[in-house]
């Protein structure tokens, strides 16, 4: 069983900064994809960026140049940092994992954490 829990949201004028975390629990983490999700009211959740396991990274045209997503293995943390922050960049941001590797049909969720940028 994973655990995923985010950190870091907040409220933030545009043009801003945060950098979320997400804390995993479970056996071989260094192993998973990890991905940030977003989900603003009324639209479908989208993706914002994944990271494999050997740290390849991957951003939603929306964000690219300005969130950048990591990992550090040895604390079993996922980042996302978020700069140049937009009105539009105001959601719910969930992480997600999968343990097989795949960067795809994840299986574990975390409870989100709320950004809201005012212009």
């Known amino acids: 069983q994973v655990q995923l829990v985010e950190s870091g949201g907040g409220s933030v004028q545009a043009g801003g900064s945060l950098r979320l975390s997400c804390a995993a629990s479970g056996y071989a983490y260094s192993s998973y994809c990890m991905a940030w999700f977003r989900q603003a009211p009324g639209k479908e959740r989208e993706r914002v960026a994944f990271?494999?396991?050997?740290?390849?990274?991957s951003h939603a045209d929306a964000v690219k140049g300005r969130f950048t997503i990591s990992r550090d293995n040895a604390k079993n943390t996922l980042y996302l940092q978020m700069n140049s922050l937009k009105p539009e960049d105001t959601a719910m941001y969930y992480c997600a994992a999968n343990p097989g590797g795949w960067c795809s049909g994840w299986n574990y969720w975390g409870q989100g954490t709320q950004v809201t940028v005012s212009s």
């Open positions: 990271i494999t396991r050997v740290g390849s990274t």
